[in-house]
């Protein structure tokens, strides 16, 4: 089945403990990207990744780091949480924004992170 | 400041009837136009992509671009309470590696 995995799916942690979301996916897509969604603010992209190797920031990529070292793998780094980090996060892939209809997102099913 | 506009509702609309959900624009050279909807605490799911002038249709679903008046349109017909949810619309920016989301509009089918 194609899809997009993250893991955890909850985490509760403490201001400043590093940690990873990871996520995944099996479509072979070139385009990865993380977003945060808060209540009235919708979907905010942190950081995407257009292929290995090669990622850019986002609209809000203060205090997170991601890397691709494989095309399946993004995962999402917190160095040290705060507690405004608190959000539901989302990855999304997409097959290849350059080409016509490549740029389709598709979803992982979101982890919902609480910093205390 | 690329912009996508939504009315944040909420849309009500009685079982049965059509549901029109309505999204503008500010970029004119966007090419790329997306639907997505999303459940209380779910990721948003695609339902519908249109990237020329005019309806698409899928199902249920019609999809509706202007690109000369900078909106694009979903229409429900035949509205179920499952489609309750909020529909999020999305148009690609400066570059296709972004999509720029609007906010969504909350829609509401009352049985």
């Known amino acids: 089945e194609a899809q997009v995995t993250q893991n955890p799916r909850y985490l509760i942690t403490v201001t400043g403990k590093k940690l990873t979301v990871t996520c995944s996916q099996n479509m072979n897509h070139e385009y990865m990207s993380w977003y945060r969604q808060d209540p009235g603010l919708g979907l905010r992209q942190i950081y995407y990744s257009m292929n290995v190797e090669v990622t850019d920031k986002g609209d809000v990529p203060e205090g997170y780091k991601v890397s691709r070292k494989e095309k399946r793998n993004f995962p999402l780094i917190l160095e040290s949480p705060s507690p405004n980090q608190t959000s539901l996060y989302f990855c999304a892939s997409s097959l290849s924004p350059g080409l016509a209809g490549g740029n389709e997102q598709y979803f992982g099913p979101g982890t919902r992170l609480t910093v205390t | 400041q690329k912009e996508v506009e939504q009315n944040s509702g909420p849309l009500s609309v009685p079982e049965g009837a059509i549901a029109s959900l309505n999204c503008t624009y500010s970029d004119r050279g966007s090419q790329s136009f997306f639907w997505y909807r999303q459940y209380s605490g779910k990721s948003p799911e695609l339902i519908m992509s249109i990237y020329s002038n005019g309806d698409k249709e899928d199902g249920r679903f019609t999809a509706q671009l202007n690109k000369a008046s900078q909106y694009v349109s979903l229409l429900i017909r035949d509205s179920q309470p499952s489609d309750s949810a909020t529909y999020l619309c999305?148009?690609?920016?400066?570059?296709?590696?972004?999509?720029?989301w609007g906010a969504g509009t909350k829609l509401i089918i009352k049985p």
């Open positions: 999305a148009v690609n920016g400066d570059s296709n590696y972004q999509l720029i």
